[in-house]
């Protein structure tokens, strides 16, 4: 099973839809993150968990809803989505706490398209 | 504000040696990762500088002064399968990632 896996790898979806993007590590790490990836642009950290705990909310728009269940899993719900919305949206992984690199593991992404 | 830049686009012929570079301007500073991100797929770790100086992984090498605020990806012998965007990354006094935009290296045969 690779480290970060999400789903679906890509979605299409009108501006009056509900959907969820899916990720899951299977790294026993601590944290797990959204980032949004647009061409030409650096990567947007949209929310960080922490031991399941939210603790970053970089001014999303409400229309991004994130969800973490437990410390292995991590849902992005959208709702009434733009389409300045579309982009690859990324899940990242790390174990922090420690002083050690902590280095971030990504998954695949999801390539996003609101019509 | 934050800022990380990086050339937007770099071409180099196979078998060549090519430098990127990163410079930096955050709010504190906790390290400075290097990763490639190939078209269509994840970003991966290539390299982590705390400390000034060099630090050598093979063919890939990364170079770290802190007082310039300033880093540079180096890669060696380089081959088609390096064509990737490469990403530069700061990790500021909050323990956040602040990212470059990223640098698309061509490589020509």
């Known amino acids: 099973e690779t480290g970060v896996t999400q789903t679906p790898r890509h979605l299409v979806m009108g501006m009056t839809n509900k959907k969820s993007l899916k990720c899951e590590q299977h790294?026993?790490?601590?944290?797990m993150y959204w980032y949004k990836q647009s061409a030409k642009k650096p990567l947007e950290l949209m929310f960080v968990?922490?031991?399941?705990?939210?603790?970053e909310n970089n001014s999303v728009p409400s229309r991004f809803s994130p969800e973490c269940p437990n410390s292995s899993h991590l849902f992005l719900h959208l709702h009434t989505l733009q389409p300045e919305d579309s982009a690859l949206y990324l899940c990242?992984?790390?174990?922090?706490?420690?002083?050690?690199?902590?280095?971030?593991?990504f998954g695949p992404g999801t390539r996003l398209t609101v019509l | 504000g934050q800022n990380i830049d990086q050339p937007t686009e770099m071409t180099a012929t196979e078998g060549a040696i090519v430098q990127i570079n990163c410079t930096y301007q955050?709010?504190?500073?906790?390290?400075l990762f290097w990763y490639q991100q190939h078209a269509g797929e994840a970003p991966t770790f290539l390299s982590y500088?705390?400390l000034d100086g060099l630090e050598e992984k093979g063919r890939f090498s990364s170079f770290l002064s802190r007082s310039k605020g300033y880093s540079y990806l180096l890669l060696k012998e380089l081959q088609m399968k390096d064509s990737a965007s490469y990403l530069c990354?700061?990790?500021?006094?909050?323990?956040?990632?602040?990212w470059g935009a990223g640098t698309k290296l061509i490589i020509k045969p």
């Open positions: 990354a700061v990790r500021d006094s909050n323990y956040q990632l602040i």
């Open positions: 955050t709010s504190g500073f906790n390290g």
């Open positions: 990242a992984s790390s174990q922090d706490g420690g002083g050690a690199h902590n280095e971030q593991f």
């Open positions: 790294l026993g790490h601590n944290a």
């Open positions: 500088n705390v």
């Open positions: 968990y922490n031991f399941k705990e939210q603790t």
